[in-house]
């Protein structure tokens, strides 16, 4: 198995980035698929969630409505629009794969791409 995050970069408050994971390794549209971030000097904080068929997505409270989680079953790849950013949204964010069709915990991750809000 294998996740490879890109997308990351420095961004002003209020802007947009979109972040990639891309899966090898596994049958992807076997399984669903997370984001979890960690921001400095803190703990991994669980961001989003998608299904298997992208058919049910899941967010935490404070990414409603700025963030979006979507997957290309075709193309092995995962997906998060960030919109609205803000400076606590600066994080190392990995992607995560769940053991099962549904976002029942995480068994395989990224390695991170990096995420700095900043003015």
Same mark, same amino acid.
Request: proline fraction near 4%; aromatic fraction near 12%.
């Given at each position: ?22 899966a090898s390794g596994f049958t992807f549209n076997d399984y669903a ?15 989003? !969630? ?13 990414? *409603? ?6 997957? =290309?079953? !075709? *193309?092995?790849?995962l997906y998060l629009q960030m919109n609205s950013l803000k400076s606590? =949204? ?5 992607? !995560? *794969? ?8 995480? =068994?395989?991750w990224g390695k991170g791409t990096l995420v700095t809000v900043s003015?």
């Open positions: 198995v294998q996740l490879v995050e890109s997308g990351g970069g420095l961004v002003q408050p209020g802007g947009s980035l979109k972040l990639s994971c891309a698929m997370s984001w979890v971030r960690q921001a400095p000097g803190k703990g991994l904080e669980w961001v989003s !969630a998608i299904t298997w068929n992208g058919g049910g997505t899941y967010y935490a409270e404070s990414m *409603k409505g700025r963030f979006t989680i979507s997957r =290309d079953n !075709a *193309k092995n790849t606590e =949204d600066t994080a190392v964010y990995y992607c !995560a *794969k769940s053991p099962r069709i549904w976002p029942t915990g995480m =068994d395989y003015s």
